[in-house]
């Protein structure tokens, strides 16, 4: 199995960039599909971008797109949002995903929380207008 950290969150305000990352330890050599969601309060946990372990195919949420960019260090073992003109929508607790998958799986972005097996404990993201 991977663990995985993030860190990165913080308080900013409307317009400002983050750049959370999640540390992964553990089985890094195996295969794995990844994604970062968030959840704020009283609201349902949702996806904000994720890849296919090939990171061939690439997913994000309607309201992130052209703000926000998944990338991965493979060297690194790391996996990084970049956020960027953020808005207080984006007020959130961020969680790094993980899931292993199969060769036959590799080209598959997954988005929904009960796809994946491995998370983090989250980073606060608050963002002030």
């Known amino acids: 199995q991977v663990q995985l950290v993030e860190s990165g969150g913080g308080m900013v305000q409307a317009g400002a960039s983050l750049r959370l990352s999640c540390a992964a330890s553990g089985r890094t050599e195996i295969r794995y599909a990844w994604a970062w969601f968030r959840q704020a309060p009283e609201k349902e946990r949702e996806a904000v971008a994720a890849f296919a372990w090939n990171a061939t195919s690439t997913y994000y949420l309607d309201s992130v797109k052209d703000r926000f960019t998944i990338s991965r260090d493979n060297a690194m073992n790391t996996l990084y949002l970049q956020m960027s003109a953020l808005e207080p929508e984006d007020t959130a607790v961020y969680y790094c995903?993980?899931?292993?998958?199969?060769?036959?799986?590799?080209?598959?972005?997954?988005?929904?929380?009960?796809?994946?097996?491995?998370w983090g404990q989250g980073t606060q993201v608050t963002v002030s207008s």
């Open positions: 995903a993980a899931v292993a998958v199969s060769h036959r799986n590799s080209n598959t972005v997954y988005t929904k929380d009960y796809n994946y097996l491995f």
